[in-house]
């Protein structure tokens, strides 16, 4: 289930937990986890309850972030996100499979606890360190992950990195991330939160990068950023219309017993290249509603 943006909420700010579903992101973020000061997590975990309680349908995707497991906040944390409304919680600082199989035994017990089906809720690392990346092949193979988030901010601390404007410094962790994803079968990991709120045009050349790259989503701290989000990783016309073309001559050679087909600026199509355009259409497919005007 693609999401092109997650929009995170502080879970102790009353007034923005009140706003955020109704912000147009396509996934909703209760963070209770570095946005709540320690102090306040407790409040954080009964205003999140509260804000569950009164999720109307259709509703954003709707995930909690929780504390890390090295933390003594996260079973706490689980115990709330046990919820119907909740797609899945995202783990901060995750590290290790033990990690993830520690959470997913405490989900097991929170869902049995609220009646949902054991595996209900699926798992998002969020990979910010250099043993997390060393790790994210072992995570991948568990069975409740759906996708890894990056995090760049802590990521480049860990690994005392000064990250430019080209965000080169993160290039090798971002690429490792989206081979493994692919590997494991799992969704394409979801780009970091670009925090220069003012930068609109620095957030698209960066989104762009990581769409490029093979990520698919990005994290987002401020609605002003959602347009921009969903323009990047929305097909456009052009690319739909391609796709279409590349799908529709592939068909005609399998219909004439060819198993590869040419179009007419001399493209070679082979099975790949229409898998990539069948993804495409298939995208277009989804986010036609949520952007009519990239529909054709």
Request: charge should be negative; glycine fraction near 6%; hydrophobic fraction near 50%.
């Amino acid at each position: 289930m693609l999401a092109r943006s997650y929009l995170f909420v502080p879970g102790d700010n009353e007034k923005l937990l009140g706003k955020v579903f109704n912000a147009g992101a396509d996934a909703v973020v209760l963070d209770l986890e570095d946005a709540v000061a320690p102090a306040n997590k407790t409040r954080a975990r009964e205003m999140v309850a509260a804000t569950l309680q009164k999720v109307a349908e259709p509703a954003p995707l709707l995930y909690i972030r929780i504390n890390a497991i090295s933390t003594p906040f996260w079973r706490d944390d689980i115990a709330v996100a046990a919820h119907p409304s909740v797609r899945g919680i995202r783990i901060g600082k995750a590290e290790s499979l033990a990690e993830l199989q520690a959470a997913d035994n405490e989900l097991s017990l929170a869902e049995q606890r609220v009646g949902l089906a054991v595996g209900t809720l699926r798992v998002v690392p969020t990979v910010e360190s250099a043993v997390g990346l060393m790790n994210a092949a072992e995570m991948a193979r568990h069975p409740r992950i759906e996708a890894f988030a990056f995090g760049a901010a802590d990521f480049a601390k860990d690994i005392n990195a000064d990250v430019d404007e080209h965000e080169t410094q993160t290039l090798f962790a971002r690429a490792q991330l989206v081979v493994l994803s692919r590997a494991a079968n799992i969704q394409p990991p979801i780009a970091s939160v670009f925090t220069r709120l003012q930068d609109l045009e620095g957030l698209r050349a960066s989104t762009e990068r990581q769409r490029r790259l093979g990520f698919f989503g990005r994290s987002c701290i401020h609605p002003s950023q959602l347009p921009i989000i969903h323009e990047v990783f929305t097909p456009k016309a052009e690319q739909i219309n391609d796709a279409r073309a590349v799908v529709a001559a592939f068909e005609r050679a399998q219909s004439a017993g060819a198993g590869v087909a040419t179009l007419a600026n001399g493209q070679f199509v082979d099975a790949p290249l229409v898998e990539r355009a069948r993804a495409v259409l298939s995208l277009a497919e989804v986010f036609a509603e949520a952007c009519p005007e990239d529909a054709v």
